[in-house]
């Protein structure tokens, strides 16, 4: 829900032009509530799309979502169905979101990477103007020089590579360095086009000793450094580029990947060509012509349950052949282990079984094939047997359990437990018009033209006669596995997004900009040279306290310098010594 | 000892030995802490100095032992396999990092044992849902077998236990800021409003552990809190007296409708669990953990170093999330051929890391830091658990094997969750839309 735009609140009379409506919405996208609010509604797009089922995944449970069976209702259903909530992501809404949430990120981006480049070539870390607003300070007293005490700061503080602010603008008020007037005192908000008000620049090892300050006020030589700012910043930056290399490698993704499914019966082939998939979808820029017609085996599929019936290893033993005369290769498919075959990625994905059916209509063959069975919810498995040249037509209604043990009477008990050990096949039998003609799913049988004969059940190896003169014999039991081909050609450019991603968090969050200020003057008085520092962390303060220390314990050797009070303060509050 | 014993063992450890050790250290905590009335300076370990102190130390190391010792012979009974195969595993293993990060960083390494007795009381929550999700010992399924099951899943589990310390912080800071907030207004409405502002810290005042500049929108209603006296009472007519800030920072807060409302979010969130012991135990738990920390508001850190804490733990934990995500999606295009698909698990991890990071932004955004971008941490939290519960227990998806086998499907309980997350993110929405924003009255 967006805020109304302040500028509008501005100026409540104007009714802005179609420029001024660009300009305005172009101010509201770069700022960091929108952004905010476009991350919250590309969550809760997910988060809807996490609640109810979507299209391209579940379509059974969308369609019964519909139908009323399942879900809140009809009603609501088809509200969900109007919006596009049973395909968020395919939704026009969902893209809108994306592509404004980008456009938001580009109008942040573009303003801080030109600050960023301005900082890194011409920036400068601005002068102190009050050493007693910092919160870290220390003060030395030396018998070197000024002078010397200035360049020997200059010369500790690059040697731990801080920027230092070129020495010849101590006298040069008029340069225009927005940050020498604000940005000492009200650090800027992380807010974009805020951050970089020239802070942060200043070129190394130039020059040593500041001059006295003629021009506005008096203007004391000052050695003023800065440190941490444009690591993170870049990394900040760094981050968020990354994700325009994960759209890049995710639009390019859907455009040129190819995935088909495909189940193949121990003993049995494929061939990568277009049409032999059982299902694929490929992008709009994936050309046919890519199938590379190797021929994959499936040499055995092997299958192992603990005791407690839970499956411990799927492994496909499979042999793949080159149409080119290569030498074929022997491989093992596990889950999680894929083969790759001429960049496509070969992934075991499902398996079941199946079982050679051989029916014979007076001792001719009419029907001798494997039917692959599908798993169903309850544990057992499903398949259909479809003998169009059979006379009659014959359509054998399938269901398997791979353990049916008999009972006392020589009863099968049906079970769910998964390994073959009491194979058992059901079926109905049925004789009429298999309505061929129709697209229907392979397992589907249609039987409303047709007449039920007989309902039985076999053990492999086993034959009955449905009708006169037809067999229906379960001659073998096999497997089959289920495999995915994939092919992808720009996962490369997401791996470099999101190791960039990993990357540039660590600066972005951890690095730290600081400031540190160097004075020295000599007490007229007693000669000494009186060295003042003073330091400012914009984040992480507590890390800032040993730098400090540190930079003060090392300048004070240099210089074989003594610790002193803080001469601002009463004696009897001693807290500007530094822990 | 064969696997069944081990497996037995390892749940006796777990339950009842480890957890009552647990509990027993935390009360401890908070009986020391009932009777120090005085927020502590960092480095200070009196709080530990005490006979009590030392027992809650002692008992919640004994706890560890046993607690290491459970997923140890958890891991063998399942077959020499890493323990964090399912939901009661991952939950037992939350619990014990989150009980390692109390003991070593927070109280020996950052010397705040005040907080421990939350982190505790957070660790025993996540646990208690480890009791309630138990599952028998057992291999993992073929999908786990593979060494990202090692690296993606220790490493989110890794960042939910750090996130589960960042919002314990987060909630103290709720509460301890809210106390703050309203005593600093009620100070002002006692003083005469010619003062106004002058208790406040001027312009560029850097807080202490963020260092992000106090930003003026939040000028009008923040005591000063500057690096040096951030453990300090602000400056007033209470700060000469300890005992009596605290005191009054109690008085300045009503528990019972805070302490609801947290119950009321937990209660909508146990439903998850579909049981009848977890809708009881959980919003008792948490509207007693509020109730407690108002209790214990005066030995509590400062509101802000309770929110740099909080924000500390959470740029901490988000590259790790960051990596676990990624892992898992290097993980996905290993097992399944995609490296993302929308799946409900991929969404919650997806959902989570938006919503965390969107809680780094609103910490850089002005009007957002503070309570705003802690309500926005809390959210984060919730959509993490909701990530981790619920889409495991009630949504089907591939990610289903880290369930437990509790059926799927509670459509009701679902709207009220829905419901309370809706109310959270729009209050959060309105809160930095000014309307909390109170001037003193003039």
Not at chain 2, 257 to 286: E, Q
């Amino acid at each position: 829900m967006p805020q109304p735009d302040r500028p509008v609140r501005q100026r409540p009379s104007a009714i802005p032009g179609p420029l001024e409506t660009a300009s305005l919405f172009w101010r509201w996208l770069r700022r960091m509530r929108t952004a905010l609010y476009l991350l919250g509604g590309l969550g809760a797009a997910t988060l809807l799309a996490t609640v109810v089922p979507q299209e391209p995944n579940v379509p059974e449970t969308v369609e019964n979502w519909l139908e009323g069976t399942e879900g809140p209702g009809p009603t609501i259903s088809r509200f969900l169905e109007t919006v596009g909530a049973f395909d968020v992501y395919g939704s026009p809404w969902f893209t809108a979101i994306v592509v404004l949430l980008f456009t938001s990120l580009t109008a942040c981006l573009i303003p801080r990477i030109r600050a960023f480049v301005r900082t890194w070539r011409y920036g400068q870390p601005p002068r102190a103007r009050s050493f007693s607003a910092k919160p870290k300070r220390a003060y030395l007293t030396t018998s070197q020089d000024p002078d010397e005490a200035r360049a020997a700061a200059r010369e500790v503080l690059s040697g731990r590579r801080f920027r230092l602010r070129r020495e010849e603008d101590a006298a040069e008020e008029s340069t225009p360095m927005r940050a020498d007037a604000r940005g000492v005192v009200v650090p800027a908000p992380a807010d974009a086009g805020d951050t970089t008000d020239g802070a942060g620049g200043g070129d190394q090892g130039v020059g040593a000793v500041g001059r006295s300050g003629a021009g506005v006020g008096a203007r004391r030589p000052q050695v003023a450094a800065e440190k941490g700012h444009l690591l993170r910043e870049g990394g900040s930056l760094a981050f968020h580029l990354a994700f325009y290399v994960i759209l890049i490698g995710v639009v390019l993704g859907q455009l040129l990947v190819f995935r088909g499914q495909i189940g193949v019966v121990e003993g049995e082939s494929f061939a990568d060509t277009p049409v032999s998939y059982w299902a694929n979808a490929s992008g709009r820029w994936w050309q046919e012509e890519w199938h590379r017609d190797w021929v994959l085996t499936l040499d055995s599929f092997e299958v192992e349950w603990t005791e407690t019936g839970m499956p411990v290893s799927f492994i496909s033993h499979v042999t793949v052949e080159f149409p080119d005369g290569r030498p074929e290769r022997v491989a093992d498919l596990r889950v999680n282990d894929p083969l790759v075959v001429d960049d496509m990625k070969i992934h075991q994905l499902d398996w079941g079984w199946a079982v050679r059916m051989v029916v014979t209509e007076d001792d001719e063959v009419v029907y001798d094939r494997h039917v692959v069975l599908t798993a169903n919810d309850d544990g057992y498995w499903e398949g259909a047997v479809k003998a169009p040249a059979a006379d009659p037509q014959l359509g054998l209604d399938l269901v398997f359990f791979a353990t049916a043990p008999d009972d006392e009477d020589g009863r099968p008990v049906p079970t769910v437990w998964p390994a073959p050990d009491a194979p058992l096949l059901l079926f109905h039998a049925y004789e009429g018009d298999l309505d061929m003609d129709r697209v229907q799913g392979v397992n589907d049988l249609e039987t409303a033209g047709m007449e039920r004969l007989t309902t039985t059940g076999l053990r492999p190896g086993f034959e009955v006669e449905v009708r006169p003169g037809t067999t229906v014999s379960f001659s073998e039991l096999s497997r089959w596995s289920g495999f995915q081909v994939s092919q992808r050609p720009t996962d490369p450019v997401l791996l470099v997004g999101s190791v960039l991603i990993i990357a540039a968090l660590f600066p972005a969050l951890y690095a730290y900009r600081r400031r540190v200020w160097v004075e020295a003057e000599r007490d007229p008085a007693t000669g000494v040279t009186r060295v003042t520092l003073a330091g400012h962390a914009f984040q992480r303060p507590q890390a800032f306290d040993g730098e400090f220390d540190a930079i003060v314990a090392a300048l004070s050797e240099r210089l074989a310098a003594e610790p002193s009070p803080d001469p601002d303060v009463p004696a009897d509050r001693p807290e500007v010594v530094q822990r | 000892m064969t696997d069944p014993q081990l497996a037995e063992l390892s749940r006796t450890l777990f339950w009842p030995w480890t957890f009552l050790l647990y509990a027993g250290g935390m009360a401890a905590y908070f009986y020391r802490m009932a009777f120090t009335q005085v927020a502590r300076d960092p480095g200070d370990r009196s709080l530990m100095g005490t006979w009590v102190g030392r027992l809650g130390t002692v008992l919640i190391a004994a706890g560890l032992a046993t607690h290491l010792g459970s997923l140890v012979t958890r891991a063998v009974a399942a077959g020499g396999r890493e323990p964090w195969g399912n939901m009661y595993e991952y939950s037992s293993v939350l619990g014990f990092g989150v009980v390692v990060m109390a003991l070593l960083l927070v109280q020996w390494r950052m010397r705040r044992p005040e907080l421990v007795g939350f982190l505790l009381l957070g660790a025993l929550v996540m646990m208690g849902s480890a009791i309630v999700l138990y599952t028998p010992a057992g291999p993992l399924m073929p999908a786990l077998q593979t060494h990202w099951m090692k690296i993606h899943v220790s490493t989110m589990a890794i960042s939910s236990m750090i996130f589960i310390v960042a919002f314990v912080f987060t909630g103290l800071y709720l509460i301890r800021d809210l106390a703050e907030s309203r005593l600093a207004r009620l100070q002002d409405a006692r003083q005469s409003g010619s003062t106004v502002g002058a208790a406040y810290a001027p312009p560029g005042t850097v807080t202490e552990e963020s260092g992000d500049a106090v930003v003026a929108d939040r000028e009008d209603e923040l005591p000063e809190r500057d690096g040096t006296a951030a453990d300090a009472p602000p400056p007033g007519d209470l700060s000469d007296d300890p005992r009596a800030y605290g005191k009054a920072l109690r008085q300045a807060v009503n528990p019972i409708p805070v302490a609801l409302s947290a119950a009321a979010i937990a209660l909508a969130f146990s439903f998850l669990f579909r049981s009848a012991t977890a809708s009881i135990v959980a919003p008792l738990v948490v509207g007693g953990g509020v109730f407690l920390a108002w209790a214990l508001l005066p030995s509590l850190p400062s509101a802000a170093t309770l929110d740099s804490l909080a924000y500390r733990t959470i740029a901490f934990a988000f590259p790790i999330l960051t990596f676990g995500v990624i892992t898992g999606a290097i993980w996905a295009e290993q097992s399944w051929g995609r490296y993302w698909g929308w799946d409900p698990k991929e969404t919650g991890a997806f959902l989570t890391w938006i919503a965390y990071a969107g809680y780094l932004h609103a910490r850089a955004t002005r009007g957002l830091r503070g309570r705003g971008a802690a309500g926005i941490g809390i959210l984060a939290f919730l959509i993490l658990m909701f990530t981790y519960f619920a889409v495991n227990l009630w949504i089907t998806g591939l990610h289903s094997y880290a369930g437990s086998g509790a059926d799927a499907s509670n459509p009701p309980f679902v709207g009220i969750g829905g419901a309370l997350l809706l109310y959270a993110i729009v209050k959060v929405v309105s809160r930095r839309s000014g309307g909390d924003r109170v001037l003193p009255a003039d």
